[in-house]
């Protein structure tokens, strides 16, 4: 099959997508076989396209909504996956943030005990409350001290609680504070973490490209189906 050999995939693939929604149903010739035109050509290059850019889930869903005529539906999936995008560059800008600052000032070594609750709240200069809807929304995840169930501070915690307590002064969301926590954990510090910045900001400049190249085929699909 044409289509499928000049896209590098299988012939079993483009009828898969055909049957998924994700091209427009083809032709039959009197014998049964398909006719593809132009216009399955060019929603085959927009699908694959959406895939790199988005994703297999939200380019399906793009791809379905243009092929049965609802744009409205397939934008709004555009937009919501270019917002998760900003909402990760944000992250990044806000780790970059951070580890830029305690690299130029670190903060002073938490004590080796773990702190109660009511300490650490001292140290930082917040409420006791305020750290409990900071664990609620997942920015912190203190360890718990048998039987009584009090919540204890080690020296992690009180990294993270400093790193949390920095990004809430500069305006940020709790729900994206959390994110960062995430990424600092994983990397297993701001040290580490300091180190992947630039492959992360690089796979996030490949992101946001291949959004602009979905963005073009797609718009080349659009013209095939006319107003």
């Known amino acids: 099959m044409d289509l499928a050999r000049a896209h590098g ?3 079993q693939a483009v009828r898969n997508y055909e049957r998924d929604g994700v091209l427009p149903a083809a032709r039959r010739t009197p014998s049964g076989y398909r006719a593809y035109t132009e216009v399955h050509v060019a929603a085959l290059r927009a699908y694959l396209a959406l895939v790199v850019a988005h994703g297999y889930a939200t380019g399906g869903e793009i791809m379905r909504a243009v092929v ?9 999936a555009v937009d919501t ?26 903060t ?14 001292h140290r930082l200069g917040v409420t006791p409350a ?3 809807k900071w664990e609620r929304a997942g920015v912190l ?61 690089e796979r996030l400049a490949t ?12 718009a080349g699909y659009l013209a095939t189906t006319g107003p």
Request: aromatic share 2%.
């Open 141 to 201: 995840s203190p360890a718990r001290e048998r039987p009584s169930r009090q919540r204890q501070y080690g020296p992690e915690d009180v990294r993270d609680a400093e790193l949390a307590h920095l990004l809430r002064r500069g305006g940020y969301r709790l729900d994206h504070i959390a994110t960062v926590m995430r990424q600092v954990r994983a990397a297993d510090g701001p040290g580490p973490l300091a180190a992947s910045l630039h492959d992360w900001r």
């Open 68 to 76: 049965r005529g609802d744009l409205d539906t397939a934008l709004r």
């Open 130 to 132: 305020t750290l409990r």
């Open 9 to 11: 995939i299988s012939s």
């Open 207 to 218: 992101r946001g490209h291949a959004m602009l190249v979905a963005a073009g085929h797609l």
């Open 108 to 121: 002073p070594t938490p004590p080796g005990r773990p702190l109660a609750v009511g300490d650490l709240a």
């Open 81 to 106: 996956s270019h917002a998760q995008l900003l909402r990760d560059r944000e992250t990044l800008d806000a780790v970059e943030a951070t580890i830029g600052v305690l690299t130029a000032a670190p």
